[in-house]
């Protein structure tokens, strides 16, 4: 633990006076004062350019002063403290510059075991002197996990870090923590700290303010905004009080307020929802499928602006992994290595949600100008996340939207193959005079099986063209596809209200239209007039069941075949899907023309739809 204890020292400005505070070991620490020369006076006081006039400071009990001659202390600050002329592999494992040194493979096998260790990674031959500032850093870094202080004091970290090494940079910090060293974080931004540490120390006027977990500062930041200008401290009203209890209970209970079956509908309803609500410039969503390398990006508000707010596939997935929320304005770098510099909005908010393993969740919001967010505007975030999560679970989206279509595609493919094949044995068995003109039979056999076939191809043609990679797919556009193999032979109208279906049960619908449509085709070829076939479906009673119904203007059916207890193949594949399949009735008679009434349970669907 670091204590200060009534510590004052002989500073310029004289703010190092009577200060007071504890750092447990409790993961990173930062002290956060607005005062940047408070900082500065304090730092150097801790390297002892500036000598104590009272109070003592101690580390586990010992003398700081000690440790520090004892080189139990280390500090990574504006400055680095590096070999220039050393590379990065000796830096790191020699304390002084060496006059001369043997044993390289030694050496090279440490360093290796070291970057191992941590998922850094600098060149081991590299002077320090020809690397970027970003790396001397990152070496520095390295340098102080190898020598295993007991303090590490840090300052000006993430001015000179892309995010990706900021994320190991992160895990690297844990990493020292849990081997014992205590990390002490000074910084002037609140957005630095909360990304940084653990606990925050707040110190205003030279008082010492109290020690906050991070993630209550992240969570309502402009509560601790008049502390650090030393006034009263944020007092919330009653009204503000409701509306966040509200959000919290809508983050807590809110089920899935989407009905649409659309995956990018979906997400484009949530983003409008939450630009709106957080009075945002714009807001966008990433949704990852890492298995498939799909990426599904969503905007708000689609404009020239908006091409700018994108950021790339591999920060995604970086942004996406991180446990917490992150905040960026203009003025870091972090914001120059995701954003172009011509970039015309100054403050950006990350939520992220790793609904799985493979599926990746990030929500991104966008304000013109500065911003600090409220904590109802991340209860907002966070529900949002949630409710995008539900959605994807529910309609088992990751994966379909690549993987699904591709084989329907397939499918299609090898259906297509089987009917030019029929045909083809046809044309083969007429030619050698095996399947006579006047023999109709065999050749309507031949037909009737190349249409059914050719009715499933067209049904997994339609779904590989489905731009939505949801599970449901409407009535209508699947008798739509069957309809189109018989423009030909009959004019077909459709009259349909929505109704939904799972992808699985798309086939058989098909196939039980296609017999319905081709019987009546089959006998009609003798009709007088044109062939017309008008279908309809709607719910009847509302909610009960699906009702279809297949209405010709042809001869109707023959009686004395109703009769008959033999019915066709035909016949046979309707009844074993309507009745054991979808669970459902079916009834046919004459009414100028052939009727065919089709009534599938709504329940038995929404079942389906459930699974």
């Not at 633990?1 to 930062?30: C, H, P, W, Y």
């Not at 500065?40 to 002063?65: A, M, N, R, V």
């Not at 309507?578 to 599938?600: F, P, T, Y």
Request: aromatic share 8%; glycine share 4%; with cysteine.
């Amino acid at each position: 633990m670091l204590e200060l204890r009534r510590v004052s020292a002989a500073t310029q400005s004289g703010r190092i006076k009577d200060i007071n505070a504890q750092f447990e070991k409790l993961g990173v620490n930062a002290l956060l004062c607005p005062n940047a020369t408070f900082l500065d006076e304090l730092l150097s006081t801790f390297l002892g350019e500036q000598p104590l006039t009272d109070g003592q400071i101690l580390l586990d009990g010992e003398d700081y002063f000690r440790l520090v001659r004892g080189g139990e202390v280390q500090l990574i600050i504006g400055q680095d403290t590096l070999f220039p002329n050393l590379t990065a592999q000796d830096n790191v494992l020699f304390s002084e510059e060496p006059f001369f040194y043997f044993h390289f493979r030694k050496r090279a096998v440490e360093y290796e075991r070291v970057l191992a260790e941590t998922g850094l990674y600098l060149p081991a031959r590299q002077k320090a002197s020809k690397m970027s500032r970003e790396d001397r850093k990152i070496l520095e870094l390295l340098r102080s996990y190898y020598r295993r202080p007991k303090l590490l004091l840090l300052r000006d970290l993430t001015s000179c870090l892309s995010y990706k090494n900021f994320a190991i940079v992160l895990g690297l910090l844990d990493l020292m923590c849990s081997r014992g060293t205590e990390i002490l974080y000074l910084s002037s931004q609140w957005e630095e700290a909360v990304k940084i540490a653990d606990q925050i120390t707040i110190f205003s006027h030279g008082r010492n303010y109290g020690c906050f977990p991070a993630e209550q500062v992240a969570e309502n930041p402009r509560h601790f905004f008049p502390i650090m200008v030393g006034s009263h401290p944020y007092q919330v009203d009653k009204d503000e009080n409701k509306k966040i209890e509200v959000l919290r209970l809508i983050n807590e209970n809110m089920p899935s307020f989407t009905d649409t079956v659309d995956l990018r509908k979906s997400l484009h309803m949530f983003s409008k929802y939450v630009m709106n609500i957080a009075k945002a410039g714009n807001c966008l969503i990433y949704l990852v499928d890492q298995n498939q390398q799909n990426l599904l990006q969503v905007v708000a508000k689609d404009d020239e602006a908006s091409r700018s707010m994108f950021i790339p596939q591999d920060s995604i997935l970086h942004l996406s992994d991180s446990p917490r929320m992150l905040y960026l304005n203009c003025n870091e770098s972090m914001f120059a290595t995701l954003f172009p510099a011509e970039a015309d909005f100054r403050t950006v908010v990350f939520m992220p949600n790793a609904l799985s393993n493979r599926c990746k969740l990030l929500i991104e919001v966008v304000y013109p100008d500065y911003y600090v967010y409220t904590e109802e505007e991340l209860l907002l975030l966070k529900w949002a996340a949630k409710e995008i999560g539900i959605l994807v679970e529910k309609t088992k989206l990751m994966g379909s939207s690549v993987l699904l279509q591709e084989s329907h595609h397939r499918i299609k493919n090898n259906l297509q193959i089987i009917v030019s094949l029929l045909e083809m044995e046809r044309s083969q068995l007429e030619e050698h005079g095996i399947l006579p003109q006047d023999t109709p039979v065999i050749s309507q056999i031949l037909n009737d099986i190349s249409q059914r076939v050719q009715s499933m191809a067209s049904i997994h043609n339609l779904l590989c063209r489905k731009n939505t990679a949801g599970s449901m797919i409407d009535l209508y556009s699947i008798v739509r596809e069957v309809a189109g193999i018989y423009e030909d032979a009959a004019a077909i109208q459709l009259d349909f209200e929505e109704m939904l279906i799972p992808y699985g049960m798309a086939v058989s619908f098909a196939l039980v239209a296609n017999e319905i449509i081709n019987n009546s085709v089959k006998h009609n070829r003798t009709l007088s007039r044109p062939l017309s076939i008008r279908i309809s479906a709607k719910l009847n009673p509302p909610g009960d069941l699906y009702q279809i119904v297949f209405q010709d203007n042809g001869h109707g059916f023959d009686e004395r075949a109703e009769k008959s207890e033999d019915g066709g193949i035909g016949t046979v594949i309707i009844d074993s899907i309507v009745h054991m399949e979808l669970c459902g009735e079916h009834r046919k008679r004459n009414q100028n023309g052939a009727r065919v009434e089709l009534d599938i349970p709504a329940s038995f669907i929404l079942e389906e739809i459930k699974k």
